[in-house]
């Protein structure tokens, strides 16, 4: 799973990348967006014309890495994300990108259409409140993703399902729809997705190994 994402967050680097804005507030809370909505949103990711960038905000990115690393409500959820990942296959770095642009990790959120808790999962009202507890909503959600990647073979794809519904992917010969607020919501979960694993795979690797080459 992770070569995978590696492979497909390289050939995605080469294509056109959407944007993402973002600041956090004195609450702590992490705001993200696809564009600057006021002053307070910094370029986190992505590559703005040099016009669009806000005057002193260009620290965006290692604000919100820091935020996503040491902030309460990422925490308390940590332990779940692990389980979810052992349990699921799904990358924890995947889990937090979909949950920070889906939720901002709020665990209570419940948007108009109905989607609840940190990933937004769109579900019967009758199971609502069992979807605002965060463990079970992570794990839901956390198989609800797996399925998809296995499901149609490529991360982008799968998280396009997951905001479009699979119908939308199917109708579309299995590949990306051509809606902007999908492609969008994508691109925004994938940048986020790759300047986790740049964070983090150097802090996975404990010790170096120097092989010399055959002779």
């Known amino acids: ?8 967050l390289f050939w995605l ?12 507030d004195g609450a702590g809370v992490a705001h993200l ?6 002053s307070n949103y910094g370029l986190v990711l992505g590559s703005a014309e040099p016009d669009r960038r806000v005057p002193g905000k260009l620290d965006g990115s290692q604000g919100l890495l820091t935020w ?22 799904v990358d924890m770095e995947l889990l937090k990108a979909v949950i920070a642009v889906e939720s901002g990790y709020r665990h209570d959120a419940v948007s108009p259409r109905g989607a609840v808790g940190l ?12 979807l605002l507890d965060p463990r079970t909503n992570v794990l839901t959600g956390a198989r609800k993703l797996a399925g998809l990647i296995q499901r149609f073979g490529r991360i982008d794809v799968a998280l ?13 010969g299995g590949g990306m729809p051509p809606f902007a607020e999908t492609q969008a919501h994508v691109h925004l979960v994938l ?15 404990q010790h170096l190994r120097i092989h010399s080459s055959p002779k």
Not at 122 to 127: D, G, L, N
């Open 119 to 130: 990933m937004q999962i769109v579900a019967p009202a009758e199971q609502t409140q069992r």
């Open 160 to 172: 396009a399902a997951w905001n479009a519904g699979e119908g939308a992917v199917r109708r579309h």
């Open 68 to 89: 996503l690393e040491f902030a309460p409500e990422v925490k308390a959820v940590q332990p779940f994300l692990r389980e979810a990942a052992a349990r699921h296959g």
């Open 191 to 205: 940048e986020l997705y790759w300047a986790l694993l740049q964070r983090s795979l150097p802090a996975q690797a």
């Open 13 to 24: 680097s080469g294509t056109a990348q959407a944007e993402l804005w973002g600041y956090v």
């Open 1 to 8: 799973m992770r070569r995978l994402a590696v492979v497909c």
């Open 33 to 38: 967006a696809s564009r600057p909505l006021n």
